[in-house]
């Protein structure tokens, strides 16, 4: 695989930018010809709050083969503080903070490693939030 | 549009065929399927297969399938929609008996699983999900199940044995079932003390790894006056979904599914009332208690309440997985969708021996690819 | 069977889209297409493509474009043929139409070669191929041409240069074409002074790799009359033939091609004599050889004369991939069979802008997947 | 990849073993149901002789992944003594015996080997037929 997939989507993955349909406002990670829910062609580019609250979480135990060394890892449903929800691993997460409900934080962190071409992709993971002073 | 009729099937057992390769299991499946119609010649071959790209690396198993089956010569494609992609290729099978242009078609899902290791083969299903998003996130198919199993539960207020009876229920149909990958009971207790494969998903609540292969023969109205073999007539329809639950309006509703389930009702003039027996996508528990719900089989919330009242046993209301589903029939992925309208066909046609259901006149198969992406339903009624 | 009519293509130029991927170039295309039948919503979507399961690891394709097209709930899928997977997805498209149950289609191919590498394109390509045989062997898709080029040769006691007259044929139409990935002349000395890739097969004597989409609108009889945009009439016909060319009766010819290009100008009532322009499947030099000798427009080891006598020219008796073809315009996999069909359409609608050939009535395609163990044929006629 | 798909056809691989149907000839590298080209259901197995004459070659200059490490490397298709038409890879060959008609042998030689799971992958490839005294 080539370093240009990843390079691709990598506002979305290193910063959580994506386009919001001026119209309907659907969020779209990659950037749209046309609006995935009302077909609307206007969109801004938007930056997602970096926090929000964790509604599920689950742990994959047997992972896809790009995932394979990482196993076990957390999974989760975050809505951000803007009300939109999107996928993505958990970390640094100790057994009591892992609750539904949660307040998390984005932060860049190293997701897959492709052995054979040695590419490194990171992006977005989700922690516990840390309130930092003001 | 003419009138689609399934006049043959056959099926090869699931399970770890060490010694055959996909084309073979594909071509053993189709020759007891034309063995059962009594045809030799069919006008067009439809291929349903997902993962052959991946796991085989092999592309063009339309051609390759054609020259296996010794009809070199004969039209013959791959259709693809995940791990619908079985009941895709009936679908575009039964469009051109509808179209008029052939007048026997045959239709062959097959997948070998085991030709992976068992991360390639969940990197396999993961390709029905977005790997950019998804795919990136390492969110496979199981774990996005279990965020839907934990929404279920807490919106619903149920626990886990409301939803581990459908894996139950599976097993309980295919005890002794000859094509079956795992022909035996297995206890909700049993279940429910199996390990985690993602919280709160057991591993008893998913299909496992499978290889197999089903095929269908389809015909039109003019052969169907010439051959004698039992016939069903055959509808089909088909939706789509956002592709992430996430994006639904309701997660917990596969609107794809429903879309299609009253499209292919409608077709065929038949009140979902009718419906004697359904074969429904357990490739996880949560899954089939979403998909009885979607399709307007059960009230939200209520399907597992009603499956543990045995509304959903081969005796009862509406007889579920009438020979153990995707969870223990087995879910060799493009060939699923296949496996489940032959077994309709084998049921409709009072062929499914001591698995019979009574009399039965309509029978519903739903197909889904990705988590409810892709949709389709076939509707078997007896002739 | 009804009527099937072309109301619509698109197009996106062929290259290395480092900033695109296989979806939004599928979507491109589509809204292009869409643009150009001045619909907005079509009953179904068909996607050709081969690759996408092996250099990206996305199946479901389907459900994917739906949603990226804003068109979630649409059915949709996706077909696969090998090299000929965008031209049977027009099959299965018109197919649709042809029954009755959709009034319009939409039909897009598409293929992102460049997020592999060159080796993991030259696996890619193979999977047309047995993976079991060939692929075990090494026998990769560009030796197996070598060594009918080499049969080619020795039985019609030809030089390459009657060869290779096919890609400077190809190179000398796509000069200055919008979308072809090289849109410019090449010599005859240069080509034959390339190095091999294979030998006697030479660089530029193959097809490059390129990432591309195009979609065309398929729609029916009762669309026909509503719509005022330009519309040409659409016939498709397929065959299969022994996957590999040496257990064929006779290697140096594609008997499914053959076949497919008799049945379908038998279906389309016209002769050989009245196709106006035709596009060949010139992956390699020697398929456009092949192609055109299998298929009648040649005696046996003639076409590269006729070739050289300017008969395939833009103003001679039958114009040839008057785009450029596979080589000059491009091949990206399963896009293009649906980019042989769009340019046909846009020809026989006088929108051909400098390529245009003198008011063609008839335009035939030639798809083939693997070395021809696929081929699909497709006829437009001007309405 | 397991290494039950080699497996499976390993007895062409390593000793040209295979089936030809009673009723047409035809020759299968893999046990068939029916055959390809006339279908019969009735087969028998047969050792394909080992030697044969070159009908054509060429040189594999960009390979496909698995045999990346290996290019450039001969390819051939090869007329047994018995009239069998198959394709192999060459191996062995001097510029001088490399032509057209010369007669070769099949031998035992690693194929290809897959680098993730560690399989070696063995099977025939042809030289120039060595004349082995009687
Ligand atoms: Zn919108
Ligand atoms: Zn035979």
Redesign the pocket.
């Known amino acids: 695989m080539r370093v240009s997939r990843h390079w691709r989507n990598k506002l979305f993955r290193y910063r959580l930018v994506g386009w919001r349909?001026?119209?309907?406002?659907?969020f779209h990670y990659s950037k749209p010809l046309v609006?995935?829910?009302?077909?609307?062609r206007e969109f801004r580019e938007v930056e997602l709050p970096k926090t929000g609250k964790l509604l599920a979480y689950t742990m994959v135990k047997i992972a896809p083969k790009d995932f394979k060394d990482k196993a076990p890892y957390l999974v989760g449903l975050v809505e951000l503080d803007d009300g939109t929800k999107i996928l993505g691993q958990l970390t640094d997460f100790t057994k009591e903070e892992l609750k539904e409900g949660a307040r998390v934080e984005a932060v860049l962190r190293k997701i897959r490693e492709d052995g054979e071409n040695g590419i490194i992709e990171y992006g977005f993971k989700f922690r516990p939030e840390i309130h930092h002073p003001p | 549009m003419g009138k689609v009729y399934v006049a043959g099937v056959g099926l090869t057992k699931i399970g770890e065929h060490w010694d055959k390769g996909l084309e073979q299991l594909m071509v053993e499946a189709a020759l007891k399927a034309l063995d059962d119609s009594g045809l030799s010649r069919v006008n067009s071959i439809y291929v349903g297969n997902m993962a052959g790209e991946f796991l085989q690396e092999q592309a063009h198993l339309g051609a390759i399938i054609a020259e296996d089956l010794g009809m070199v010569g004969t039209p013959a494609y791959r259709v693809e929609a995940a791990n619908a992609s079985g009941a895709a290729a009936i679908h575009a099978g039964a469009l051109e008996i509808a179209s008029g242009r052939a007048d026997a078609v045959l239709v062959i899902g097959g997948e070998k699983l085991s030709d992976g290791l068992i991360e390639e083969v969940s990197s396999a299903l993961l390709m029905g999900e977005r790997q950019e998003y998804e795919g990136f996130m390492g969110a496979d198919f199981y774990s996005i199940n279990a965020l839907l199993y934990k929404l279920y539960m807490r919106r619903y207020e149920v626990k886990d044995d409301l939803i581990a009876v459908f894996p139950m229920l599976s097993h309980k149909h295919a005890k002794g079932v000859a094509h079956a990958q795992y022909p035996f009971e297995v206890s909700l207790e049993k279940i429910l003390s199996s390990p985690y494969i993602s919280e709160p998903l057991r591993r008893f609540e998913v299909s496992g790894v499978g290889d197999g292969a089903a095929a269908i023969v389809l015909i039109g109205e003019e052969l169907k006056s010439k051959i004698k073999t039992p016939k069903t007539e055959l509808y089909i329809s088909s939706a789509t979904d956002f592709m992430t639950p996430f994006e639904r309006e309701d997660p917990l509703r596969f609107q794809s599914l429903g879309v299609a389930v009253n499209k292919v009702l409608d077709e065929a003039k038949v009140d979902r009332g009718d419906v004697d027996l359904i074969e429904v996508h357990d490739a996880t528990s949560i899954m089939a208690a979403i998909s009885l719900e979607s399709s307007g089989f059960a009230e939200p919330g209520e399907s597992g309440r009603l499956a543990m009242r045995g509304e959903f046993d081969l005796g009862g209301r509406l007889p579920y997985n009438t020979f153990g589903g995707l969870k223990a029939r087995g879910n060799p992925f493009g060939a699923t969708g296949v496996y489940q309208v032959a077994e309709l066909h084998l049921q409709l046609t009072g062929r499914a021996g001591k698995n019979q259901v009574d009399s039965p006149r309509v029978g519903m198969a739903q197909s889904l690819g990705g988590v409810g992406a892709t949709a389709i339903v076939t509707l078997l009624k007896a002739v």
Do not use: E, N
Request: charged share 15%; with cysteine; hydrophobic share 15%.
């Open positions: 349909c001026v119209s309907c406002g659907a609006c995935k829910r009302c077909g609307s």
